[in-house]
């Protein structure tokens, strides 16, 4: 049905930004809610910020403010910018449909540090 693949991640200092894309295949996108997850070493995955198909959006508090999910239906991707990076943003971050996910892929690393 849908196919992700997360791709962006890398090594930034605090307070810097990255931008991580998610490219989906599927004709049915436009219809899914999607979302960013994270998991960081020994943390239960948590859910980081949630698209809609009307676009609407909501965020966890822990990062609202400073990400900002957004998609393009054109070109079936999902981004999460992220500014004012912390290093406690240090996670595997992943991408999957909401509320009812698919199976997890290899998700894309983002470490935070000086």
């Known amino acids: 049905q849908v196919q992700l693949v997360e791709s962006g991640g890398g090594l930034v200092q605090p307070g810097g930004s990255l931008r991580l894309s998610c490219a989906a295949s599927g004709s049915s996108f436009i219809f899914y809610a999607m979302a960013w997850y994270r998991q960081a070493p020994g943390k239960q995955r948590e859910l980081v910020a949630v698209i809609f198909s009307g676009h609407s959006t909501n965020y966890a508090d822990s990062v609202k403010g400073r990400f900002t999910i957004s998609r393009d239906n054109a070109k079936k991707t999902v981004y999460l910018q992220m500014n004012s990076l912390k290093p406690e943003d240090t996670a595997v971050y992943y991408c999957?449909?909401?509320?009812?996910?698919?199976?997890w892929g290899q998700g894309t690393q983002v470490t935070v540090s000086s």
């Open positions: 999957n449909v909401h509320p009812a996910p698919y199976s």
